[in-house]
């Protein structure tokens, strides 16, 4: 769990700045000041008008959610070493493809549960004019003005994405792990580059949800009514693919990519070398 913790807080904090351009760029209808043509665009746009520590906004959510008050990591890889175990996923030097699926889908589950309240917190703090300045100052607001069910009305929606997102990149990842390093021991090439490959394969192909959930989270700063009451997936898709065409679904693909790609070979690299240390530690004491 402790592994899990530090990789959380490592994968966010290096690829945060990444993050927020992604939900700047899928906000329906924004501001006119949060118009970007592209990620060069809106890198220089929000340093010269927002100055550069705007980039990290709300990061102290994801830090929080990672790996403090609430280790949604901790939780992920603590279920997905369980899962695997008792699925037979470490017997072996076979592809485990199932198992590997299985126990992602699982610990997504477990982990956003307890991570859907920070994700809510985050993209209101990242979004362009937010009067938030604090974690605490954006959540009490949410909480009196939407009640608490804004924390998560975006969940059934961030399953449906994450957890094929997860099945796809821990499957994936398995899989080249075991391709990059058959003998199956601590090697950080291997850990860095199968983390980045699956993940932003699976990134790809979960845009479309993505851009489904990041207008569940943010609903509540739209002036338009009924983006401010969908209230599900099938709602909030109707409402994109009316303003935008199925082009729509895939706003901020590439910084999602961009974001994902180094955030899973971070956390995958510093999940396995704490782990490996960790298990030293224990072996040698």
């Given at each position: ?5 530090f990789?959380?807080?490592?994968e ?6 990444v993050d927020l351009?992604?939900?700047r760029?899928q ?6 000041g949060a118009?970007?043509s592209g990620?060069?665009?809106?890198v ?10 705007s980039?990290w ?9 990672a ?5 949604a ?12 175990q008792?699925m037979?996923g470490?017997?072996g030097k076979?592809?485990?493809?199932f198992?590997?699926a299985?126990?992602?889908a699982?610990a997504?589950i477990?982990?956003d549960?307890?991570?859907?309240p920070?994700d809510?917190i ?5 979004m362009?004019g937010?009067?938030h300045?604090?974690i605490?100052q ?11 069910q ?5 969940y ?14 821990i499957?994936?990842?398995e ?12 090697d950080?090439?291997t850990?860095?580059v199968?983390?980045?490959l ?10 479309p949800?993505?851009v489904?959930k990041t ?8 002036r ?12 909030a898709g ?7 065409g ?5 706003r901020g693909?590439r ?5 994902t790609?180094?955030s899973?070979?971070v956390?995958?690299s510093s ?7 960790f298990?030293?530690y224990?072996d040698d004491?």
């Amino acid at each position: 769990m402790l592994a899990g913790a530090f990789a959380g807080i490592a994968e966010h904090t290096v690829m945060y700045p990444v993050d927020l351009l992604k939900t700047r760029m899928q906000v329906i209808n924004p501001s006119p000041g949060a118009i970007y043509s592209g990620l060069t665009n809106a890198v220089t746009t929000i340093t010269r008008i927002e100055g550069f520590r705007s980039l990290w906004r709300g990061v102290g959510s994801v830090i929080v959610g990672a790996g403090a008050t609430g280790p949604a990591h901790a939780l992920y890889f603590a279920t997905y070493e369980a899962v695997k175990q008792a699925m037979g996923g470490n017997e072996g030097k076979n592809h485990h493809p199932f198992a590997a699926a299985t126990s992602g889908a699982c610990a997504t589950i477990a982990s956003d549960a307890v991570m859907n309240p920070f994700d809510v917190i985050k993209q209101r703090m990242q979004m362009h004019g937010s009067v938030h300045r604090t974690i605490s100052q954006c959540a009490r607001q949410v909480y009196r003005s939407e009640g608490l069910q804004a924390f998560y009305v975006s969940y059934p929606t961030t399953l449906c994405m994450t957890v094929p997102f997860t099945a796809i990149h821990i499957s994936a990842y398995e899989s080249i792990k075991k391709i990059m390093n058959p003998a199956g021991g601590y090697d950080p090439l291997t850990h860095c580059v199968a983390g980045a490959l699956g993940g932003g394969f699976a990134a790809g192909l979960t845009t479309p949800l993505d851009v489904i959930k990041t207008l569940l989270q943010t609903r509540g700063t739209s002036r338009e009514a009924n983006i401010r009451s969908a209230k599900g997936l099938i709602v909030a898709g109707s409402i994109i693919k009316q303003k935008y065409g199925y082009r729509g679904f895939f706003r901020g693909l590439r910084p999602r990519i961009i974001t994902t790609m180094p955030s899973t070979a971070v956390c995958w690299s510093s999940y396995e070398m704490a782990k490996a240390w960790f298990t030293h530690y224990v072996d040698d004491s």
